[in-house]
């Protein structure tokens, strides 16, 4: 059953999601927000504007829109970060709202090789350090 609004996550920008993220910026249809857990550096997450749950329910034009999204967010971490490889990854078995994680992976780095974990609460930053890595994405969108 998916997550209706009132509960969604995202559609209520509240404490939990504030305690998990930090918003970069607004894209095309979607937002952009860095992950504070930072065991896979630059990994951010893309959420569509409106609460749809899964690509199907888009129209063509609303889905490329968001997939052109995706692919600027993939493409400004690929650039300021240089990683070997980035994952996507769009799950939203709990939190039914349509997002995209971008996962940079670093050859020799935490989970190469591997499925990246959601959330190994391993790596975390300070203000500072947080607000440099998004001054870089920012740059490179």
Do not use: W
Request: net charge negative.
């Amino acid at each position: 059953m998916p997550t209706p609004i009132s509960e969604c996550l995202y559609c209520q920008n509240n404490e939990t999601l504030h305690r998990l993220m930090i918003k970069i910026c607004d894209l095309d249809v979607s937002q952009l927000f860095l992950f504070k857990e930072q065991s896979y550096l630059g990994r951010c997450n893309v959420v569509y504007n409106d609460h749809a749950v899964d690509f199907h329910e888009l129209s063509d034009k609303q889905r490329n829109a968001f997939m052109k999204d995706v692919a600027t967010v993939g493409k400004a971490i690929a650039s300021a970060f240089n990683p070997a490889k980035i994952n996507y990854g769009s799950y939203a078995d709990t939190i039914s709202h349509l997002h995209m994680h971008i996962v940079p992976k670093y050859k020799d780095g935490y989970g190469f090789g591997g499925v990246f974990e959601m959330n190994p609460q391993k790596t975390t930053f300070s203000d500072e350090e947080y607000a440099e890595v998004i001054k870089k994405i920012r740059a490179a969108l």
